[in-house]
Structures are given as structure tokens and as C-alpha cells.
């Protein structure tokens, strides 16, 4: 081997094991490569100050949800939670005749329950009552809206849900879904439908006048638990009614929940039976989101987050973000109660609006807020967000994390926050930026 040819190698091997030996901070890449005058003024820091606390949310909008919610679990951090919906119940077929003398067989209560949150093994306590009030398809309902009820009760039942048996009736075997009887303990509703006139019966709107659509609650426990997830317009999802006429036995009447039936969620917490750091912190105490945060599904909790020295970054002049992302790990991992899917941020205008960041418009894989297992993390990208605060475009109002789809899943999750116990998982600001002189 000549002596150029080995000086050429020797070169090679040397350039290899720099690139793959060599680990540096994105503002640090090619730093000791060119002379000082001449260095790329890019720069890395995750030192921003952060302001992090959890507060209560007052409700959330929860008609027409891709799935309803039903049941009670408790919480050792939150403590109970209880998830109730109304739901109207529309003809299947209009202008149906009973016959001649129809008598009631019974009236059942069919829901498809996709899963559970919590301990699926857990027996509900559910009550059913008939709604007093209408309920309407374009009208706003929330969390806390309430829906006069007739004070008869319907059923008081308890059951382990079913999510995963078939189940067998007349024969046909069936997907699984629980059945709850409605008359077992009047069947003063399922004699009145049976004998609804021919007016009633011949269009959606005059039905809804006459019956209103049900109410359907979980009691309170208070202990373990779970919220099952309600699938209210699947196909096995309705209100059946069998009966038989003088003519004829074995008969049946759907009554149906579908996309165009009004129906909305009711959430219950009650946080005065939750932890004592968790109540201090939603109780006023902002200054214990140093440690940990809280955001829960449910119009139950969210965390604000805020950057109170932002004008500090054009202290040496101007500056080019070039990139923001926000890093969110759990403050603990429990295998009991699983984390939301995804997350979301939002921003607060003057108005006290909340409102999507401009960010989040790059879509989902630039924006983040998915949950990432085996980093029991999740982040967030708001480069334009922190670029327009940083040159005073935005009023610093904060920004507010809570569980995306909080209307129609049950889930929570504990996150450090700026000043945790473990350091190396504090809820901090990753920021690499250009200095522009």
C-alpha cells in the first residue's frame, strides 16, 4: 500500500468516526467547524421560565358526541366522577298499527357498550327515567345542562357491563350490548306507547312531543369504578318493545337512537374527596403546580401554562424562532388508569376566548399532542405561537392544556410540571433560535 493511498484512508476513517461519535445540541451542529467570525448564530435552550397551574373547568359542550358516557368510578387523585345522558328516542317505522288489543310483553332498554374506563369489572348502579322536558337536535346542551325528568323511575338496575359476550335472543345470536327492563317496576311507559294513537305515531315530530326521549344515570360509588363508553347510535343501541295482539304473538317495535336524535352528556366531580395537594392547587394554590398538573376529560380539569418573561428574548436584539416545542411528561405511570389518547392546546384571546393556535393548522404530525408510550410523554410544536410572543404580537394571556375530546372519553393524567421532584422531566419550553444581528 503507497503512502498517499494510506493518508487517504486514514483521512476517511477519521472523518467516520467524528460523524458518528460526534452528539451535539441542535444549536450547537457545525459550531467548531468554521472560524468565530464566521459561526452559524443558532442556539438551543430549554430554560424558559414556566408558569403551570390546574384549574377547574366550569363546562364543556357534550351533545351529539361521537360516544356517550354512563357510569361512576372513584379516584384516589380527583375522587368521584359520574357521567350521566339524555337521548330522544325516534320511530323506526311511522303510521304503525299495533292491531287489535295489544298487550305489553315488556319494554328493553338495548346499549351498545363499546369499553370501559376503569375497571370494566365493576357493577354499575344505573337508574332510567322518562324526560319531562324537550330536548332539541340544534340546540347547545353542556356538561352541566339539566333536562326536567317525570319523576317515575323506569329501572334501578346493576350490572357488570357487557362488552365483549354475544348475546342470544329468540334464537339469533347477537353483538354484545347490555339490556336494561323498563318495566319492571311500572310499565305505565311501555302501556302508553303501546296505546299511542295514530296521530302519534305518524310522524317524528308529533312522537317527540309525546314521549321526550329518557334519562339515563349512574349512582355515585365510592369506591373503584369506571365510565363505560356508550356507542348510542350503533344499530344494537335502542329501545325495544315487545307485545303480542289478539291476532298475533311474539311481536316487536323498535324505537330508534340515531344521528339525528338530540342527546347530550351530564358530568359530576366531586373534588372535596379527592387528594389534599390536588384540592389545595384547584383551590387557589397555583404556586403547587411547581410539582405536578392535572388535566381530566369530563369538563372536569385543565392546566394553564404560561411565559412570563418572553420579551426577555429580544434583550440582545431580535431573534428568529426557527423552532418551539412544548414537552409534557407524566408525573407518574399508572397502569390503572390509562392516558388520553391525545391532548390539546388552545390559546386565550382578549375576549377570554379560547381559541386553536396557528400552529395546530401544520397538521397533526407537525402540531403534537399525541401520547407517546414509552416516553409516558407528550409534546407540542407552537413555533409561530412562541415567535409572535416573543415579538410582543401576542398579549401573554397563556395557553390552556386539556384532554382532547373531554366530551366523549373519561380519561386524566398527572404531568410534572416546571419545578419537579425528578429535573429531567419538568414540563419545559424546547426553543432553537437564529439571532439575527
Known sequence: MNKSFRLLANLIMLILLIAV????????????????????????????????????????????????????????????????????????????????????????????????????????????????????????????STTVVKPTLLADVSFVPNINDSVVIDGDTLIPHQRIHLDEITTELGDRLLTADGDVMSNSTDFLEFFRGLRVKSEITSIDGGIMYVDLVNTMSRMILYYHNEDTDSLKYDYLFTDHSARYNNFYHDYSQGDAFFKAQVGGDSTLGNQVCYVQAMGGVKTKILFPYQELWYADGPIAVNEARLIIHGFEDDPFYDPPASLTLLKIDEDGNFIPLSDQFEGLDYFGGIYDEDKNQYFFRITTYMQSLIQGNENELGLELYVNGGAYVASRFLLNGPVPFDLEKKLKLELTYTRLN
Not at 39 to 58: G, M, P, Q
Not at 86 to 115: C, E, H, M, N
Open 21 to 144: 461519535s460526534c452528539k451535539k445540541e441542535p444549536g450547537q451542529i457545525g459550531m467548531n467547524l468554521q472560524p468565530e467570525s464566521d459561526k452559524i448564530n443558532v442556539v438551543f435552550s430549554d430554560t424558559t421560565t414556566l408558569i403551570a397551574y390546574s384549574k377547574i373547568v366550569d363546562s364543556i359542550r357534550s351533545d351529539e358526541a361521537t360516544l356517550n358516557l354512563l357510569g361512576s368510578y372513584f379516584d384516589p387523585v380527583f375522587g368521584p366522577n359520574t357521567a350521566a345522558f339524555q337521548v330522544q328516542a325516534r320511530l323506526s317505522k311511522t303510521s304503525y298499527d299495533f292491531g287489535t288489543a295489544p298487550v305489553l310483553d315488556s319494554l328493553i332498554l338495548t346499549l351498545r357498550i363499546y369499553d370501559v374506563y376503569g375497571d370494566s369489572l365493576f357493577e354499575q348502579h344505573i337508574v332510567v327515567y322518562e324526560l319531562d322536558e324537550a330536548i332539541y337536535i340544534d340546540s347547545s346542551y353542556y356538561s352541566t
